[in-house]
């Protein structure tokens, strides 16, 4: 099958992030579904021809990671949504680890993925990877914190990132100009670690690395080509051929921050953090799996439209109801030429009656309008849950986004009632809530709220004994208030820097006069060169995110305290 220029021809506008993807190399949208969709694994580097607006890899490298809000600039969400996720990457690292952990405060953290596309709030529960196996029981481990999980070297999936962050969404409503459907899942791998075992996708992606570095192979055997969910190579006890592992290589290289690779379902491949650095990369999904021209027509012929009446809707009913039921027991059971003629003929007038069915009822424009239901039932669903992601930011990024393109379809008009349904007074309502409870975690230097707004620049110390107590009654009445049962805990942290962290902490601690203080940024440079130089296998695997959860942990705990 051709594009036969179908693209042009439905969307006069192609997505802007897909069109700056493509800017350093010659593809245009077209030239890209023509020569590459569904066929080739190919790595799109970042280009300075991308804009001038792309930051330097210093910029955008595990040393950035920080807080803050109002990071957004309007004009340039508007014109530029792949370079501004890049260009605020860390920033999105740190506030999608608070916002998934607020949404999973009322139950524990997931350990099953769930693949469905209009996610509901359970779905944002993170997922969590301890030497590329899962956890069975992270909530009893870490609470719902994130960053305590991840400075115990746990690897964080996060399905569904579009209904969790507004710069993920706004990137997906902006490629269903032109992919049907789009969603995103986010990685965020320790330094020097691998999240899960080679494995097959059942869908398209494309793979954008944010901040940091991983190493990518993907191999060139290709088990199961156009999988579908069954058929994961590499999940659900489907193991990868042997063959395919020994065999060639497509992809060996490493992506850096605004490198994309964009991968077609059925290529077996791997990710590996880099031992230097930690890695934060977006997936967005392409559910080619549902778009299948073998899944649609399995699905007309047993969803046969009962919706018309007479002779044709009755003959219609009785091939579902053929389709839906079991062959007979004989076959696949007794050889075929022991089985009784009547039952042969039974059989063969079935399938010449689907083939019938086929030729007389099955026609491009009922597989076009199938397609578009399906479109705008997951679109519709999927914005409506985006929409929210934005109403507690600063700027409302989706509605800005929404705004620059223009639609001419229902979705659209669906997706503007929803934009304008908040009204003036709830906007205030919420500004005011957000300003209050931001002066309230001001005043705060232990515990959660104070944990919340540790950065990199923030500048800690150790905890006095009346903060420590204060943090223990603050922890027994959350107990007390809540459905789930919250773990104590300590400070948990992956065994090949634990020597490192200790000596931190131990220096923190220490009762010298004037009592210590130190920048989170800074907190390695409190060791003694001696000590640098003893530690340094174990220090380089100290990234700065690592830091900023050892920092948030500590505050959180009780432990230290924020200076000031």
């Known amino acids: 099958m ?12 192609e997505s802007l992030a897909l069109q700056s993807i493509l800017g350093g190399t010659k593809l245009s949208p077209q030239a890209f579904f023509d020569t590459v969709w569904q066929e080739k694994c190919t790595v799109f580097p970042c280009q300075d021809s ?65 693949e469905a596309h209009a996610p509901t709030t359970q779905q944002h529960a993170p997922l969590l990877f ?94 199961i080509h156009y999988p579908y969910s069954h058929e994961q190579v590499g999940k659900h006890g489907l193991e990868v051929p042997e063959w395919v592992l020994e065999g060639p290589r497509l992809v060996d290289c490493v992506l850096e921050a605004g490198d994309v690779l964009y991968m077609p379902r059925g290529f077996v491949h791997e990710a590996r953090a880099v031992s230097d650095e930690m890695s934060f990369h977006v997936t967005v999904a392409l559910a080619t799996q549902d778009w299948t021209l073998g899944g649609l027509i399995s699905a007309e012929l047993v969803q046969q439209n ?44 079935e399938i010449n009656d689907i083939l019938k ?27 409506q849950i985006r929409s929210q992601v934005t109403i507690n930011d600063p700027a409302d990024i989706l509605i800005v986004a929404m705004q620059i393109r223009e639609s001419n379809n229902r979705a659209f008009q669906i997706r ?33 709220d104070a944990a919340q707004t540790v950065g990199m620049d923030t500048i800690v110390r150790a905890a006095t004994a009346p903060e420590k107590e204060r943090v223990t009654l603050f922890e027994s009445q959350r107990s007390d208030q809540s459905i789930t049962p919250l773990p104590k805990r300590g ?31 800074d907190l390695k440079s409190l060791l003694s060169n001696v000590e640098q130089h003893e530690l340094r296998s174990s220090l ?24 000031g």
């Open 130 to 223: 301890q030497n590329q196996t899962p956890i069975p029981d992270p909530h009893t481990l870490y609470g719902t914190s994130l960053f305590s999980a991840y400075l115990d070297g746990c690897s964080i999936v996060l399905n569904h990132a579009d209904a969790i962050s507004a710069p993920i969404a706004v990137l997906c409503q902006d490629l269903q100009h032109s992919f049907p459907h789009a969603y995103a899942n986010v990685y965020i791998t320790p330094p020097n670690l691998q999240a899960v075992s080679p494995h097959a996708d059942d869908r398209d992606v494309l793979v954008i690395q944010i901040v940091g570095k991983k190493r990518w192979t993907v191999y060139g055997g290709v088990p």
């Open 2 to 13: 051709t594009n036969e220029n179908c693209e042009s021809h439905s969307h006069s506008k």
């Open 357 to 383: 069915t086929l030729k007389e009822q099955l026609t491009i424009q009922r597989i076009s309008s199938s397609l578009q239901c399906k479109y705008e039932s997951h679109n519709n669903r999927a914005f």
């Open 416 to 448: 503007s009632q929803v934009i304008h349904s908040m009204n003036d007074q709830q906007q205030t309502q919420t500004h005011q809530q957000t300003q209050t409870q931001t002066q309230h975690k001001n005043h705060q230097v232990v515990g959660r």
């Open 491 to 521: 400070l948990q942290v992956r065994e090949d820097i634990a020597d490192a962290i200790i000596r931190i902490l131990t220096k923190l601690k220490s009762e010298s006069k004037p009592q210590t203080t130190c920048r989170v940024g």
């Open 306 to 349: 009962s919706a018309n009446h007479g002779s044709s809707a009755r003959s219609s009913h009785n091939l579902a109801k053929s389709l839906r039921k079991a062959v007979p027991r004989c076959f696949g059971r007794d050889d075929i030429h022991r089985i009784p003629t009547v039952e042969k003929e039974a059989l063969t007038n």
């Open 540 to 563: 380089d695997l100290v990234c700065d995110l690592t830091l900023l959860s050892f920092a948030r942990q500590c505050v959180e705990l009780g432990a230290l305290a924020i200076d």
């Open 50 to 114: 991308r804009g001038t607006s792309i930051p330097t890899k210093n910029q955008t490298s595990a040393n950035a990671v920080g807080v803050g809000v109002g990071w957004w600039n309007e004009e340039q969400v508007r014109q530029q949504p792949f370079e501004e996720l890049i260009r605020h990457g860390p920033q999105i690292l740190t506030d999608i680890l608070e916002r998934a952990r607020n949404r999973t405060e009322v139950g524990a953290i997931r350990t099953v993925e769930n």
